[in-house]
C-alpha cells in the first residue's frame, strides 16, 4: 500500500539515511580535497600575524564595506533577510530542534511557532527577489549558470514545503510533511556538490584571505 | 626555440592551484558584489568586467581537475572545455581589464581574494601565449636590456650627472659594505629624476650611506605584471645578487606600486629563500626617520593636497599610516579622499595595464573613477607615492583638462628638509 | 441480538419508541448526526423522516485477527444512548462474539442473512486479513480470506472499524508475521468505508450507519476511504491546545510546568499534526475527555502504520533512523575518501610542479 504515511515513513527513514550519508561524505570529500592541496612556505618577511588576521576576516567579513553596500543595497539586503530568515527557520523552529536534538544530541531554546511563520514567508518573498534580481541584473545574469539556479531552487523548496507544511495547505499532512523533508534531503545531497559549499568553505575562504593581507600589515 | 603552447597554459593552471585558491572558487555563489568594487566594471557598466568572471578559465581547471563532481561531469562529458578560443577571449579581461589592484579582494562576501587568483591565473595566460604585446615586449626589454622602459646603465648615469649638477651631491654608485642600496623604476629616471635628488638630500641630511648599483637599479618586474613567475624570478634575483655582493643591510624600494610587490612580497618565494638583507618602502624608511627625530623638516605647503593610495603599496603592500605622517609633517591642508587608504580606487594603469597599448582607451575610460574622486576635494595638488601612478594620473588628467599637479611624497618631503642647502 | 429476519418490517422510529426514548430525543440525535457529518442544522429534520422511515438494515460483522476493542468500544458505553440504540436497531444477524448461536449454527445464520437480504447487507469487517496462511486466523474451518470474499460477494457495502479493518493496524505492523492485509486490499468491487482508530470512536461507526440508513448511500470519503465528516481535519487542527503550539509554548516532560498549564505535547511526542480523527470534537466515554485533554500526546492510531511511525514518545519531526548511531563510520568513511580525493589532488598538483618548463622571453608567443 502506497500512501502519504508509506512516504513519509521512506523519508523519515532510508531517505534521511541515504541523505545524512551522501552530506555527511560529501562534505568531508570537499573539505579535505581543497584543505590538502595546501599552500607553498611563504619567505617574505611577515609584517603581521596570519591566525589572528585571518579569524578579524573571517567576522569583519559578515558586514558589507561601505561603499559596496552603498553601490549594491539590494544583494546586501536581500542576502541578509534571507539568510538570517533561513537560518531562523532551520534552527529556531521547534520540530527542527527536536529533530537535531535527535541526530546530534545538541538542544537549545526555540521561538513562537508563528513568528517562524513570519519569518518564513518573509523568507521565501525574498528569495524569489532575489532569484528575479539574478535573471534581470546583468552582472549576476552573466554569472550565473544551472548550478546557481539549481542551488537557488533547493534552497527555496524546503523554505516553501516548510511554509505549506506548518499551513496545511495540501492534504493530508503526512505527505506535504513527507514533501518538506524530502526536499531537505534534496538539498543535503546537491549540497556538497555545488556552490552551496560556500556555507562551509567560506570560513576557509575568509580566513585565507585574511592571514594573507594580515601577512602584509593590511586588515581585509 | 620554445614556444608557448595551450598545453603549458593548462599546466600552469594546474601548477598554480593551492589550497586558498580551491577555497575560494568553492565559495564564489556569483553575487556579483565584486564588480560593483571594481573601477573596470563600474566605469564601463560592461559586466564581463566583473572580476570573478575574469577567472573563468581558471574556475574550469580548478572545477574539471580538482573537484571530485567536476570529475565526474568531465567523464560525462558535461563540462566546457579550456582552450585556446577561450583564452584568447579572455585575454583581454585578465590584462587590459585588470589592474590587480586588489580592490574587489576587499568586499567579497565570502571573502575570495580575487585579485590573487588573477595574478595566479596569468602564469596559465602567459604560458599559453596569451598576453599582450606591449607586456611581453616590456618583459622582453626588462630581461635583455635590464629594464622595460629600455633604460640602461649609460642613461642613469646620464642622469646621475644632472641630478649631481642640480643638488651638487654625490649618488654613490656600487659602494660596497653601505647599509642602504636603492632601486629605482625606469619611470623615475626618465620622467620623475626629482626623485633621486630627493633622496639624495635626505640622506645626506640624515647621515645615512647608501648607494645605487649598476648592475641592478631598476626595480620595476615585468614578469610579475605579465604573470611569469619565471621571468619575475630572473628580475628579482639580480636584485638579490647585487644586494648580497655589495653586502647592504636593506634595500630601498621605490616610489613605484608593483616594485614594491615584487621585491617585498614575492622575491623571496620566487627565489625560494629568504634573503640576507630588509627590503624596505621609501615612505617605511622615512617614516621611521620621522618618527625618531632624524628626518626634520620646516615649513608647510599651503596648498590644499590629497594622497592617492598606490594599490601595491597601501591596499596589498601594508604601508598605510606611514603616508598620512609624512604628508602631516609638510602639508597644512591635507584631505582625504572619500575611498581611501586600503579602500581607495586604482588609478587605471597598475598591473601592467600601463604597458598595454591597446588598453590605452579603455584606461581613459576608467580613470573617471579617480576623476570623480578628486573632483569631490575641489584640491590644489595631488600626491602620490608610486611614478607609474604619477604618470597615469597626468594623462588622465590631462586628457579630462583638470589642472592638479601630480607630486611624489619623497620629493615633498625633501622640499622641506631642514638646512637643505636648497632652501638656505 | 435481533434473529434472522425478525422485525424487518419495523421502521426505525417504531423501534426506538419501543425502547422507550422521546420523539424529542431522537431529534436530537438526529441533530447531532448532522452536525457530526458536517451536513446544515436544517437537514436534521430531513434526516428525522428517512430514518423514521428506514427499514432496518441487515448487518454481517466480520472478526478477523482483532482484538475485540473495537466492538467493546461501541458496546460499552457506560448509559445506553441512541449510538447505542442504532447500534440494537440494525439487524445485527452476525457477530461471532455477541450472538449466542455458535459453531454451525452461527455460520447457518450468516448464510441465511447473506441470502434473504442478497445486495442490500452490510459488512462490517474488525481486524485484518492475514494471507501469509489461511491457518493464521479461520472461523469454523473458513478461513478469513475466503469467509470476507464470500460475504462481501451479496452485500451492499463494506465498513472496515478499526485501523486493523482499514488499514492492517497492529498485526500489519513490521515485520508482519501473518502477511496482514486491509480490507480495502482485498474488496475490490465494493464500496468500503474506512473508520480507523485503535479503536474508533462510536459515533462515528453509528454515523455512517446513520448516513447509510438517511440517505441509502455511502458518505463522502478521503483519499484514505474515511469520511469526510469525521477524518477531514486532523487532531491537530481542532486541538484546544493549538495556540500554545503557535506561541512556542510546549510540555517537555509529563510533568513539567508545561505540562500542568496545559501546553503542547508535540515535543512529547503527539501525533496530532498527522492524525485524522474527532476525537478532539467528538470525545471519548461520552464526551469526558480524550488522549490530548487528558495529558498524553496523540498517538495518531486512525493513521496507516502508525505502530511503525517512530516511537510514541518522538516528537514527529525526528527521523525514523538509527543512523545518527553510525555516524562516527560515516564520518570516518568521509574523512578517508576525502583524504583519496585529497591525494589525488596533491599528486596532479605535484606532477605539474615538477612537469615545470620555465618561461622565457624566448617562448612568450604561439608560432604561427
Known sequence: MSTPVDFLLWVRGPGFDIALVVFIIGILIRLLEVLILGRKPDYAEPRGGELGAGLRTLLTRTLPEPGTFKRSPFTVVGGYIWHIGFFISLFLFVPHIELIDATIGLSWPGIASNLVDAVAAVTLVTLVAMLFSRLTHPVKRLLSGPEDYLSWLVTFLPVMTGYLAYHRMIDPYPLVLGLHILSVEILMVVFPFTKLMHAFTFIIARWYNGAMAGRRGVQS | ?424 | MAETGKGMGKTLAQSLRESGVSRRGFLKFCTATASMMALPPSMAPAIAQALGKAKRPSVIWLSFQECTGCTESLTRSHSPTVENLIFDYISLDYHHTLQVAAGEGAEAAREAAMRENKGQYIVVVDGSIPLGNPGYSAIAGISNLQMLEETVAGAAAVVAVGTCAAFGGLPHAKPNPTGAVSVSEIVKDKPVVNVSGCPPIPTVITGVLAHFLTFGSLPELDALGRPMAFFGKSIHDRCYRRPFYDKGLYAETFDDEGARKGWCLYRLGCKGPMAYNACATAKWNRGTSWPVESGHGCLGCSEPDFWDAGGFYNALSIPDSDITRQAVYVAGAGVALGAVAGAVNRSKQARAREEHEPVTIDDLDKRP
Not at chain 2, 285 to 307: H, I, N, P, Q
Request: hydrophobic residues 40%; charged residues 25%; glycine residues 8%.
Open chain 2, 1 to 424: 626555440m620554445s614556444e608557448a603552447t595551450l598545453e603549458r597554459g593548462l599546466k600552469a593552471f594546474r601548477e598554480q592551484m593551492n589550497a586558498p585558491i580551491a577555497s575560494f572558487f568553492s565559495s564564489c555563489v556569483n553575487c556579483g558584489m565584486c564588480a560593483e568594487a571594481c573601477l573596470f566594471y563600474t566605469e564601463t557598466g560592461d559586466p564581463k568586467y566583473t572580476p570573478i568572471n575574469k577567472l573563468e578559465p581558471f574556475r574550469r581547471i580548478w572545477e574539471q581537475e580538482y573537484t571530485l563532481w567536476g570529475r565526474v561531469k568531465s567523464w560525462l562529458g558535461l563540462s566546457q572545455p579550456v582552450d585556446d578560443e577561450l583564452l584568447e577571449a579572455w585575454e583581454p579581461l585578465v590584462y587590459d581589464g585588470c589592474t590587480l589592484c586588489g580592490r574587489c579582494s576587499m568586499v567579497c562576501p565570502v571573502g575570495n581574494d580575487i585579485s590573487y587568483m588573477i595574478r595566479c591565473a596569468r602564469e596559465g595566460f602567459v604560458a599559453a601565449g596569451y598576453a599582450p604585446d606591449g607586456m611581453k615586449n616590456a618583459s622582453r626589454r626588462a630581461v635583455t636590456i635590464g629594464s622595460p622602459m629600455g633604460v640602461k646603465f649609460p642613461a642613469l648615469a646620464a642622469q646621475i650627472k644632472h641630478v649631481e649638477a642640480d643638488t651638487g651631491l654625490t649618488i654613490p654608485v656600487d659602494v660596497e659594505g653601505v647599509d642602504y642600496m636603492a632601486l629605482l623604476s625606469s619611470m623615475e629616471i626618465m620622467n620623475f629624476p626629482e626623485y633621486m635628488a630627493a633622496l639624495a638630500r635626505i640622506f645626506k641630511q640624515v647621515g645615512i650611506t647608501w648607494t645605487l648599483c649598476s648592475e641592478a637599479f631598476e626595480a620595476t618586474n615585468s614578469g610579475i605584471q605579465i604573470g611569469s613567475s619565471d621571468i619575475a624570478k630572473e628580475l628579482v634575483n639580480r636584485i638579490v645578487v647585487a644586494a648580497e655582493r655589495l653586502k647592504v643591510k636593506y634595500v630601498i624600494s621605490p616610489e613605484c606600486g608593483h616594485a614594491y610587490t615584487a621585491i617585498r612580497w614575492e622575491g623571496p618565494n620566487l627565489i625560494g629563500r629568504p634573503y640576507n638583507f630588509k627590503v624596505v618602502h621609501i615612505l617605511e624608511l622615512l617614516e621611521e626617520l620621522r618618527s625618531s627625530g632624524r628626518l626634520k623638516t620646516e615649513g608647510y605647503e599651503d596648498a590644499r593636497l590629497t594622497f592617492h593610495d598606490p594599490c601595491q603599496i597601501v591596499r596589498k603592500g601594508g604601508v598605510l599610516e606611514q603616508p598620512r605622517h609624512l604628508l602631516n609633517m609638510v602639508a597644512s591642508d591635507f584631505v582625504e579622499m572619500n575611498d581611501h587608504r586600503e579602500m581607495n580606487w586604482c588609478c587605471g594603469g597598475g598591473g601592467g595595464v600601463s604597458a598595454i597599448e591597446r588598453a590605452e582607451a579603455l584606461r581613459l575610460k576608467v580613470f573617471k573613477r579617480k576623476k570623480s574622486q578628486l573632483e569631490e576635494l575641489n584640491v590644489d595638488t595631488l600626491v602620490t607615492a608610486c611614478a607609474n601612478c604619477r604618470l597615469i594620473i597626468e594623462e588622465g588628467l590631462e586628457e579630462y583638462r583638470m589642472e592638479i599637479p601630480v607630486v611624489g611624497l619623497t620629493e615633498m618631503i625633501a622640499e622641506h628638509l631642514v638646512g637643505d642647502e636648497k632652501n638656505e
